[in-house]
T-cell receptor, first 115, second 115 residues
Framework: AQTVTQSQPEMSVQEAETVTLSCTYDTSESNYYLFWYKQPPSRQMILVIRQEAYKQQNATENRFSVNFQKAAKSFSLKISDSQLGDTAMYFCAFMKHERSDKIIFGKGTRLHILP | DADVTQTPRNRITKTGKRIMLECSQTKGHDRMYWYRQDPGLGLRLIYYSFDVKDINKGEISDGYSVSRQAQAKFSLSLESAIPNQTALYFC??????????????FGPGTRLTVL
């Protein structure tokens, strides 16, 4: 069975700094998807970034980028120039590349951006 | 208008009561999901449905049942609510394959408290 581990339950950084959130996963699959979801205090779940395992290039979305290390089964999220609005719970998630599968979430990292 | 809606948004009920949480989507997606979120545990899958006639149990289905009334509607029922079912419940949809994104789109969540 696949598992997703987020080793940092909570983090705090100053506004404008760069922060990296860690995620590791365990799978025997060779093709799969990885996601980072953001949950702000409004509790809405928002997709931040997505990576397909067969793509070697790391995904980027504006200030958000990932460091995908397939051999190490690591998928960290880097937030550059952090903003107060980045304060949220962040979830790492995994999905096999099969029609019949579903997403497995990590337990989350609570990120506080300090003014 | 929101693509995925959930009703009610908040509900307080008593032990032993039957509760139904409803989810509707206008995205035209085949796949729908029910998750439960507890502090420190992330999101856990309760039930998922790939179409009206295809419903599957997730990792924590005990004490819950679902109904897929139409492609756009997926309801979650607690036949006899108990206090440890107090949680935040999310409905989500996805459209595997056609766009290649496999992104899950979440509703706003239902906060359920069982006294």
């Amino acid at each position: 069975a696949q598992t997703v581990t987020q080793s940092q339950p909570e983090m705090s950084v100053q506004e404008a700094e760069t922060v990296t959130l860690s995620c590791t996963y365990d799978t025997s699959e060779s093709n799969y998807y990885l996601f980072w979801y953001k949950q702000p205090p409004s509790r809405q779940m928002i997709l931040v970034i997505r990576q397909e395992a067969y793509k070697q290039q790391n995904a980027t979305e504006n200030r958000f980028s990932v460091n995908f290390q397939k051999a190490a089964k690591s998928f960290s999220l880097k937030i550059s120039d952090s903003q107060l609005g980045d304060t949220a719970m962040y979830f790492c998630a995994f999905m096999k590349h099969e029609r019949s599968d579903k997403i497995i979430f990590g337990k989350g990292t609570r990120l506080h951006i300090l003014p | 208008d929101a693509d995925v809606t959930q009703t009610p948004r908040n509900r307080i009920t008593k032990t032993g009561k039957r509760i139904m949480l409803e989810c509707s989507q206008t995205k035209g997606h085949d796949r729908m999901y029910w998750y439960r979120q507890d502090p420190g545990l992330g999101l856990r899958l309760i039930y998922y449905s790939f179409d009206v006639k295809d419903i599957n149990k997730g990792e924590i289905s005990d004490g819950y049942s679902v109904s897929r009334q139409a492609q756009a509607k997926f309801s979650l029922s607690l036949e006899s609510a108990i206090p440890n079912q107090t949680a935040l419940y999310f409905c989500a949809t996805s459209d595997f394959g056609t766009s290649g994104s496999n992104e899950q789109f979440f509703g706003p969540g239902t906060r359920l408290t069982v006294l």
